[in-house]
């Protein structure tokens, strides 16, 4: 059976982690953001906020954190993302893409150095021409961090479909305060992620790095079949 244009846009989608340096239009970013909102939202509440930025807004904010690793500002948990304790299957499986990730990169395991100037890049947006920052209402209640990954997966094939390339970038969360003080921002908010989007740069060798996804009968089961 042939593939849906869905299936085909999902299984091209990449985390991609190096840019040309070709702008993003305003209304290409605009057309991702309404497709975003469109995701489902429990009694509409449309948790989420996006602040998109570019240009001299962009460097700011990465010269911001910056000064924080520099002044090694400790990192900030304001939301679990990780089991506690790691189950070992699932610790592998991390490990297993890092090293994958570093292999792509010629970065050695046992080079640290390497591997936090390629960590620190998450706090340039992986020098993208696109840095937005996503922020939730702390009044939200924790299922409304499913309605907003909602809206991020679905900013991720728009953005796709329009022929950029983009990733989320947890860490960012590490330097919320950071991050809304930098964007004048109230602590009414809470930053959740980044997103780097552009041109996706082919040549890059990260970008040939992919993480394989588990086989259908290992996540999902069937009843009532025939």
Not at 24 to 48: H, K, M, T
Not at 85 to 101: E, S
């Amino acid at each position: 059976m042939n593939a849906s244009p869905l299936e085909k846009l999902l299984k091209a989608r990449h985390s991609v982690r190096a840019f040309t340096k070709e702008p993003v239009a305003r209304a290409d970013l605009e057309s991702i953001l309404r497709a975003a909102r469109r995701a489902p939202s429990g009694a509409n509440l449309q948790p989420g906020h996006f602040h998109v930025l570019t240009g001299e807004a962009l460097d700011q904010l990465s010269a911001a954190f910056a000064q924080a690793i520099a002044q090694d500002v400790p990192h900030v948990q304001e939301y679990s993302y990780f089991p506690n304790p790691m189950p070992a299957d699932r610790k592998a499986r991390q490990r297993a893409a890092g090293f994958a990730l570093y292999d792509a990169l010629g970065i050695d395991k046992r080079d640290l150095d390497g591997r936090r100037r390629q960590f620190e890049l998450n706090y340039r947006f992986f020098d993208a021409p696109v840095g937005i920052v996503v922020t939730i209402d702390r009044s939200m209640g924790a299922g409304c961090f499913m309605d907003l990954g909602m809206s991020l997966m679905a900013l991720f094939l728009a953005a796709q479909e329009l022929g950029y390339g983009a990733t989320g970038i947890g860490a960012l969360a590490n330097y919320g305060p950071t991050a809304l003080e930098a964007l004048g921002l109230g602590e009414d908010q809470l930053v959740v992620c980044g997103i780097a989007i552009g041109r996706e740069d082919t040549e890059h060798p990260v970008n040939r790095f992919r993480t394989e996804r588990d086989e259908l009968d290992t996540f999902a089961s069937f009843r009532g079949f025939d």
